[in-house]
């Protein structure tokens, strides 16, 4: 059963901050109780109650994890026929679930989340959209997007190229269309663009450009 984020962060919590057990939390959330144990298992945290084996798995656990450390992507059917050819008499749908609970885990990435203040940050960018016939000719489609990085309203304008007067006029656009204009403007790619100075490299790898009111840069 797939659940989304937030469930897994509210059985995280009732289980680590409330206390509660995995059937009680099971029965709140109308959940089974092994996706609640496969949710705790999953995030890698320490269990504050006895942890539940099956006996008779115990003298195949040496097997299946030095098999899980060399194929971790082996799947739970495979290795259920592995350990049954080695005397395992188990079901598949417990094995299943107790290789849930022993196979490795990547470690947690640590990752910095960028908030922004209302107005404070634009994202600007051209989107490609394919080719279109215009008469005899046969054109590009591009799409100037913007970004408000507090709201995440989008901007979108269609063009028939990338050129400078259009990358502008999607600007006074997406300005006349928010009547306001953002404080910073983060631009992932420009096209030609002479008009805009690089004043950083942000930490993402985004290249970050302000506006230069006084005149072109060269």
């Given amino acids: 059963m797939t659940i989304t984020a937030e469930l897994e962060a509210r059985i995280l919590r009732l289980y680590h901050v409330e206390k509660w057990r995995c059937g009680t939390i099971a029965r709140q959330l109308h959940l089974h109780h092994t996706t609640v144990r496969r949710v705790l298992a999953q995030a890698g945290l320490p269990r504050h109650g006895p942890q539940l084996r099956s006996a008779m798995i115990d003298s195949y656990l040496p097997f299946i994890r030095q098999t899980l450390t060399k194929f971790p992507d082996l799947t739970a059917s495979r290795l259920h026929a592995m350990v049954r050819e080695r005397g395992y008499r188990g079901g598949p749908d417990h094995f299943r679930h107790l290789i849930s609970l022993y ?116």
Avoid at 115 to 126: H, I, N
Avoid at 157 to 177: C, T
Avoid at 181 to 195: A, E
């Fill in 103 to 218: 196979r490795p885990r990547p470690a947690a990435e640590a990752y910095l989340r960028l908030r922004t203040l209302p107005g404070e940050q634009g994202q600007v960018d051209w989107a490609h959209f394919g080719h279109i016939q215009v008469g005899r000719a046969r054109r590009p489609l591009m799409a100037f997007v913007m970004v408000l990085s507090y709201s995440r309203d989008i901007h979108l304008r269609f063009f028939l190229d990338a050129r400078m007067e259009n990358f502008l006029r999607g600007h006074v656009g997406a300005f006349n269309a928010w009547c306001g204009v953002p404080r910073v403007l983060l631009y992932d790619f420009v096209p030609g663009n002479k008009i805009v100075v690089l004043c950083r490299i942000s930490l993402c790898g985004r290249r970050r450009y302000e506006p230069c009111l006084e005149a072109p840069c060269v």
